[in-house]
């Protein structure tokens, strides 16, 4: 019997279209889950994610000849922080400014001076990392700080604590003017100290270096040195 005696051969074939079926299934499998795991991953990373967009309108009318301003703004505040973690943080803050006509002389403000009546503004784009060797937090970016003076500025800032009731901070950059087109020899630089000898009671030292050169005044230095307790 011709079945009998090629049995093995039939048994090849029925068996090794299985084995690559099966094996195709299993990859296939393989990178479903691989897929899902790199879409999980994207989406987690998404979820990090919040803030809010602002959209405004602003219209003008004068009395008279003296004509009318029609302005559109959108503002985004856009935060990204780690929730498991809490280590890695990053904001970024920005505006845009649309002119819809040249407003008349009753309306017009330093805006109105470019060529381009769509504007953008950068006000914040930084990223933080906490626990950094000795550090406690380094900041990189541009930035506000608030502590002393409104500082707004391109640079670094540096947090640390030797010990429990004692901060040391350090920080320093390039001065952000939204309306000098040339921050050549411009920077800033600055420490504090924060004392904490009881809970109810804090003494701070400041120091803050400034430097701005401009083609009116020459090259300004200025220096401040605060004491403060609270």
């Given at each position: ?50 803030g809010n967009l602002t959209l405004r309108y602003r219209g003008r009318n004068a009395e008279g000849d ?85 500082l707004h500025f391109d640079g670094i800032h540096l947090s640390y604590k030797p010990v429990e009731k ?65």
């Open positions: 019997n011709w079945v009998v005696k090629n049995k093995y051969f039939l048994i090849v074939i029925v068996i090794i279209p299985f084995i690559i079926s099966f094996r195709n299934g299993l990859s296939q499998t393989v990178q479903d889950e691989e897929y899902t795991q790199k879409l999980n991953s994207i989406n987690q990373f998404v979820d990090d994610f919040y003296q004509g009318s301003d029609q302005d559109f703004y959108e503002s985004l505040n856009l935060h990204y922080r780690d929730p498991l973690q809490d280590k890695i943080s990053g904001y970024f803050h920005g505006v845009l400014r649309q002119d819809f006509d040249d407003p008349s002389s009753a309306f017009r403000s330093i805006d109105d001076t470019y060529d381009k009546s769509l504007r953008s503004y950068l006000y914040e784009l930084y990223g933080s990392i906490k626990d950094v060797t000795v550090l406690d937090e380094v900041k990189i970016g541009r930035q506000y700080l608030y502590d002393v003076e409104n004692v901060r040391l901070t350090s920080y320093g950059g390039l001065p952000v003017y939204f309306y000098e087109s040339d921050p050549d020899g411009d920077w800033i630089g600055g420490v504090s100290s924060e004392v904490k000898p009881l809970d109810n009671s804090t003494f701070r030292f400041d120091y803050i270096s400034t430097s701005d050169n401009n083609s009116d005044f020459g090259s300004q230095h200025d220096n401040l040195y605060l004491l403060s307790a609270w």
